[in-house]
C-alpha cells in the first residue's frame, strides 16, 4: 500500500491511535498507553491491553530507557532523508518497562560512542525534512546520559 499523505515522511500525528502520544511530546512529555486494569504498558498503541482487554490511559513516563539496538544509516532511503545522513535510528527500552522499546533516533552522538545497554535519556526535537517544507512534528529522541 502506497502512503498517499503531502507530509510524509512525518508521521501521522491525527491517527487515532497515536494522536496522545504526538500532543504529550509537543508538551515535552513521553506519554505511553498503560492498561486500566493489569497496569501494563502497552507499545505499540492499540485499542486495548492485549493481556486482558483492559482500557488504556496514556501516562507520562521518566523518559529514562537503555540502549536496546541501534543502526547507523548511512545512505539515504528515501530522498527527504538525504540530508540527514548519517544519523542513528535505535531501540530504546524504557526504564519503567524495558518490554517497551521505542523506535526513535539518537542525537548528540558520535555512534562510534554508542554501546549496548548505555544509559539514554528522552530529549524533544522538532523532525523536519526538505521535502516537506515549512512543516515539522515534535517527537522524542535520546541522548546518552
Same mark, same amino acid.
Given at each position: ?7 510524509? %515522511? ?7 491511535? =497515536? =494522536? ?5 511530546? !509537543? ?6 498507553? $498503560? ?7 502497552? +507499545? ?13 490511559? +496514556? ?10 539496538? +541501534? !543502526?547507523?544509516? $548511512?545512505? !539515504?532511503?528515501? %530522498?527527504?532523508? *538525504? ?6 535510528? *535505535? ?17 548528540? =552522538? *558520535? ?6 545497554? !548505555?544509559? @539514554?535519556?528522552?530529549?524533544? $526535537?522538532?523532525?523536519?525534512? =526538505?521535502?516537506?517544507?515549512? $512543516?515539522?512534528?515534535? @517527537? ?6
Amino acid at each position: 500500500m502506497a502512503i498517499k499523505r503531502d507530509d510524509f %515522511p512525518l508521521p501521522d500525528v491525527d491517527d487515532p491511535l =497515536t =494522536t496522545p502520544f504526538f500532543a504529550g511530546a !509537543a508538551r515535552g512529555e513521553l506519554l505511553i498507553p $498503560r492498561c486500566e486494569t493489569c497496569g501494563e504498558y502497552v +507499545w505499540y498503541p492499540q485499542e486495548a491491553c492485549p493481556r486482558d482487554g483492559g482500557g488504556l490511559t +496514556w501516562s507520562a513516563v521518566s523518559g529514562r530507557g537503555t540502549l536496546f539496538t +541501534w !543502526a547507523v544509516v $548511512r545512505r !539515504a532511503f528515501l %530522498p527527504a532523508f *538525504a540530508d540527514r545522513v548519517p544519523f542513528v535510528t *535505535a531501540l530504546v527500552a524504557l526504564d519503567e518497562d524495558p518490554a517497551v522499546r521505542l523506535c526513535t533516533y539518537v542525537v548528540d =552522538t *558520535a555512534p562510534e560512542q554508542l554501546v549496548a545497554d !548505555a544509559p @539514554v535519556a528522552v530529549c524533544f $526535537r522538532p523532525l523536519e525534512f =526538505t521535502t516537506v517544507p515549512g $512543516r515539522s512534528v515534535i @517527537v522524542p529522541m535520546f541522548t546518552l546520559t
